[in-house]
């Protein structure tokens, strides 16, 4: 029972909390950043690959492959920010005084390098779904909802046909009672909107995780790594097994 109630709390609750819409602008800017992206990762690489025999391929490919890498850095900053997601850092820690030659092969055989093109491209088609999602909830959950206020000037249609069955009933709301009780349908249909943005939101941080932190840092690492390659690093305490029981202990 206790669990049910948490649920429902939770299900009503949505509108009030900040991180739902926090999970919506995030939703909401994964289309135009997942096309950003998608177009110049495509232009940049195809470009650069094509003029790889000569010196300007290089110089292409090179500047290709560090706006790619500060893309990660954002998407990552981002998913910690609005989405509070724990992400391990991108990279381990890079020794002071090391030279750009032995900073770009650290990089390059960084495997969330790798992973983090599959998740910028990837971000496109899951960055269009998610749009879809949003949109089609707020239309359909906002127009029912306000339709008391322009049923009898603009009374709204709703078709529930369905090829095949004998009864396609179209439900033209032309009266006050029709547009409360369309009202209260929409009031739903906005809080299981709220959930599925949710979802899909809790979908996306997780993924962020997996694709662009190293779990492979140990501890210790993870205390001292910076975010991204060239960020000052954290001050590191004592040995693992110290932090790992004043963590059990708190």
Known sequence: MDTFSKALA??????????????????????PLGLIYFIFLVTGLSLGLALAILWVGLLILLGVFAIWYGMLAFERAMAIGMLRETIPPMAPQVAPGTGIWQRFKTVLGNPVTWKGLVYLVAKFPLGVFSFVVLVTFLSTGLALLLAPAYYTFLPPVIDLTINGLPFNPIWVLD???????????????LLIGLQAFNGLA??????????????????????????????P??????????ALGTAQQE
């Open 10 to 31: 939770n299900f009503f609750g949505a509108p009030l909390q900040g991180q739902t819409y926090l999970n919506m602008l995030y939703l909401f800017l994964a289309f």
């Open 175 to 189: 009266t006050l009672q029709e547009a409360i009780i369309a009202s209260v349908a929409g009031i739903f249909v």
């Open 202 to 231: 809790w979908v996306s941080g997780k993924f962020a995780r997996v694709m662009l932190g190293n779990a492979s840092l140990t501890a210790k690492e993870v205390s001292s790594v910076p975010s991204a390659v060239g960020e």
């Open 233 to 242: 690093a954290e001050e590191t305490s004592a040995e693992p097994a110290q």
